[in-house]
DNA sequence: GGACCCTGACTGAACGACCAGTCAACTCGC
DNA sequence: GCGAGTTGACTGGTCGTTCAGTCAGGGTCC
């Protein structure tokens, strides 16, 4: 009766379509996603994927949303296990630069990052959606830094945690924009450096690399 | 004989044309922008708008720097007026806030900003493009941090130049995504208190409003 | 100055590619 | 045999692009 329990429940069709749907608007651009891609990732006719959703429209706007949303959940579980404030900060950091880390598909996280914002600017359910997605990314790094003043990892008299990690994320998101954009000044070692730089004169963490 | 001389030269069509362009782009996202609407802006037959570009692609890409170009012209005649480093500094904060100034049409910039990104994404020649444009902003706000060490209006001990305005540069990027997408906490003000009080202590000027 | 031609901006109907969405038919586990 | 899951051919609509033709202005020749 509960909509898990499937005739055949191998796969879940909705979850494997959203996941062919990001992979496929990382790859060609969110304009350029037709059902005949997604349906072919899956290895499934297109009239499928419109069986499980009401229109191309509503899955992509899910799909958009759903790889961040996956993102999020592994980065937060991975962050609770460390114990070093410092540690989980220059873990961010490290998440936060695309093409870094060769074993994530950082950039692919940002260019979706991309197309949610485009999409955000004339779909208001879209732009209420980012504005939690952000929000969420941000009070994590607030809460590093409240972690680390906790433990005495960072001087306690710094600024406000909340703005401090809203001014911190801020610059991350315009560095990563630039890396991202492949741009010949701003490589990923360098944003790294400056972003830990600016970590450890605004929130006093000597994050070691 | 020269082309400068044509029958009917009242109007600049090319000229003409790639501001409707970057007009319907802004209004209706580049994804959905069609030639019809753009020869319907100028009051033309669709066909007179291929008859002037080789592609509907090509006018994109060009309507997309043509307008940015305008603005950097147009701004950077304006700062150069200025005599002080502090009032080139304020006004550059403002130009930079999307919506903060009702008589310019800054959302407008910041939304073909936003398109710029995704299409260099995957194409080479819009992110050699954005890099240039990009690069050339920086070096203004750069250029006033050294105006203002010069005339003594900054301390002159600080950071470089060039790594305070590409740091400075990049978070009132993050933080103008915030304001254009309707985030709820980041207003338009918000984000100009905030780049005053950055400035403020990082470039050391105490920019007044 | 008038007849003629030429040029090139401009039109809009027509073509054709592309694609979202539909649906009748089929499969297969229960 | 019922029904959820699946197929893929088909439809209808939407554009980008083409192109044959119109028209206005200006130059040229007598």
Redesign the interface.
């Known amino acids: 009766m509960s909509t898990k329990t499937r005739q055949k429940p191998q796969r879940d069709r909705h979850q494997e379509i959203l996941e062919a749907a990001s992979r496929v608007i990382t790859d060609?651009?969110?304009?350029e996603t037709r059902i005949q891609d997604i349906a072919d990732v899956c290895g499934v006719s297109p009239g499928l994927i419109l069986y499980y959703f009401e229109s191309k429209d509503r899955l992509l706007a899910e799909a958009l949303t759903y790889a961040n949303d996956q993102f999020y959940l592994r980065t937060a579980r991975e962050l609770r296990k460390m114990p070093a404030a410092k540690e989980r900060l220059s873990r961010v950091i490290e998440l936060s630069v695309p093409g870094l880390l060769p074993e994530y598909d950082l950039l692919d996280e940002w260019?979706l990052w991309?197309?949610i914002?485009?999409r955000?600017?004339?779909d208001?359910e879209m732009?209420k959606e980012?504005?939690m997605l952000?929000?969420r990314w941000v009070q994590s790094i607030a809460e590093v830094i409240r972690y680390g003043r906790q433990t005495g990892e960072f001087p306690s008299e710094g600024p406000d945690a909340d703005d401090l990690a809203?001014?911190f994320?801020?610059?991350?998101?315009?560095?990563a924009?630039?890396v991202?954009?492949?741009?010949?000044?701003?490589t990923p070692q360098r944003m790294f450096d400056?972003c830990t730089d600016?970590a450890t004169r605004l929130i006093g963490s000597t994050a070691d690399v």
Do not use: K, Y
């Open positions: 060609r651009g969110l304009a260019a991309l197309e914002w485009v955000a600017l004339r208001p732009a980012r504005e952000d929000r809203m001014q994320g801020a610059m991350m998101d315009g560095l924009i630039q991202m954009l492949n741009d010949t000044v701003m400056i600016v």
